[in-house]
């Protein structure tokens, strides 16, 4: 099932914020294909693709030894992956990069369809500081689970889970999302987000559990999308709270009512 629309309209300002972020990790991605692939992740890419992987990627090792690696051998070629910025700066440069095209396309996708109401409800400059704190927090639970890894961390996901965490505090369970599903034919089918985003982290749990101890086995980080949804969620339960309002979400179709 692949969310492509909002069927219900939450948001009056423009998503900025949003769009700058999909722009961001398309131009990222588009000079990965440049270098000859999207890294070793998938399994291919060129020696530029993978010290690209290296050096911007967030490898938790580097974070455990206190220091970063400085090289990289591929068979008689020794390249440099020394990373211009902090250990902790890979946190952020890996989260605009992407292993491989569904993983791009299919956090787009989502980052498209939930990112804008968030920013509505939170305003641009509001919006970008909550997106890049629950990416750093899906990082470091990813570190958390697994601090000796080797294979650098990339991706939006983390980030965009806590969208999601957010977007499920907020509107659940009323809001219905438009969604593909491809079985023998794509049908497009109108789902409440409850149910969508309820499934969604029901199965991160799942895998990330059934994967503690085999994270040389597993290529997709659980943890991160667990933590940073997790963040999302209780960052949008406080902020509400805070300003007084029900924790339950109000139906929107009232909500907009003349």
Known sequence: MFPYSDADVHHGTFPYVNLVLIGI???VFLYQLSLGGVGFLGGGGGIEARVFFLTWGFIPEELTRGEPYTAFAAGAITRSIETPVPTWGTIFSSMFMHGG???FAGNMMFLWVFGDNIEDRLGHVK?????LFTGVVATLAHFAIDPGSQTPLVGASGAISGVLGAYLV???PFNRVKALVVLYII???EVRAVILLGLWFGWQLFQGLISLG???QVNVAFFAHIGGFAAGSLIMAALKMVSGEPLKPVNPR???EN
């Open 254 to 256: 009232r909500t907009y």
């Open 187 to 189: 049908t497009v089918v």
């Open 25 to 27: 990790c398309a131009l």
């Open 127 to 131: 919006y970008l500081f909550f997106y």
């Open 214 to 216: 085999l994270s040389s």
């Open 170 to 172: 907020l509107f659940n």
């Open 101 to 103: 095209f569904m993983h």
